[in-house]
């Protein structure tokens, strides 16, 4: 996929975010991952940051070489042939000018979007470290001469800062502030309540994505409320990891082979990568 084609995709993955519809994308960690869900009849994708360290042999946190994350990356890009978004976490960088650096290495192995957060590695950061930092990745974006999807992480919520009464006006000045900084889209994670998350959508003005989990209105409540992107986290590494390991248990109890069975054969397995063009 030469520049050219990899703008003109960034540029209708941000379209997808000005719904209706809901963009609702499943997150993956590998190629594997990538294909099945594009099998499934999905047509853009986003990383999980966890998934990703967890399949190179890492915790997550920004502890998996930042060279291994984007080869990993290029790997889901090259098999999926759909738009990905690359959670990059905080930018792997302790500076601004480092971020830009970074988006600059992972637009070059084929996304069309970044999440950036604005929490890890201790406090969150000051409203004004995190814009610079949003800013420096719109501008490596700009001189990649790909257009991509910024989605800008507050972890208000997910880290409980501050009183519980100030959370959401916090919030909310944190993702007016990350748009007119360069995001596209803004990412309140944490927050799983609907009506906190309509009153949020409302009063930010702007493309917001939130987390899908298990217990939560399905993705058509959350389009009707206004959201325009849901994403699924680290969900789908952790419903196949509890699957290996409860095949692990099994077989070191038992020694028997009855568990090893599946609905996808080798011969489905090699459909999935012969669908490449």
Not at 86 to 107: C, M, N, Q
Not at 166 to 175: H, S
Not at 183 to 189: E, G, I, K, L, T
Not at 206 to 230: H, K, L, Q, S, Y
Request: glycine share 10%; with cysteine.
């Amino acid at each position: 996929m030469d520049r050219v084609q990899q703008a003109e995709m960034a540029n209708s993955f941000l379209a997808r975010h000005r719904g209706p519809p809901v963009l609702l994308l499943p997150c993956v960690w590998d190629a594997l991952s990538a294909r099945l869900f594009v099998a499934a009849g999905f047509d853009a994708l986003a990383t999980t940051s966890g998934g990703v360290a967890w399949a190179l042999g890492y915790p997550d946190g920004e502890l998996a070489p930042w060279a291994e994350v984007v080869a990993a990356t290029a790997r889901i890009v090259r098999s999926a042939q759909v738009p990905v978004s690359a959670d990059i976490e905080a930018g792997y960088g302790a500076t601004p000018a480092e971020v830009g650096a970074h988006v600059a290495e992972i637009i070059q192995a084929g996304v069309v979007g970044i999440n950036l957060e604005d929490g890890l590695h201790g406090p969150i950061r000051s409203i004004e470290d995190a814009a610079a930092r949003l800013r420096a990745a719109r501008d490596a974006a700009r001189k990649e001469g790909v257009p991509i999807v910024l989605n800008a992480r507050c972890d208000i919520f997910q880290l409980q800062h501050g009183d519980e009464s100030t959370r959401f006006a916090a919030t909310v000045e944190r993702c007016k502030t990350y748009l007119a900084a360069g995001a596209d889209c803004v990412y309140p994670f944490g927050l799983r309540d609907p009506a906190t998350i309509a009153a949020l959508v409302k009063a930010v003005g702007g493309p917001v994505n939130i987390t899908g989990r298990a217990g939560m209105p399905d993705a058509a409540a959350f389009e009707r409320i206004g959201v325009a992107r849901i994403t699924i986290a680290s969900a789908p590494t952790l419903v196949a990891m509890s699957g290996i390991q409860k095949l692990a248990a099994e077989l070191r109890a038992t020694g028997g082979f009855e568990m090893l069975t599946a609905t996808l054969r080798h011969p489905d397995a090699q459909k999935l990568f012969q669908m490449k063009g």
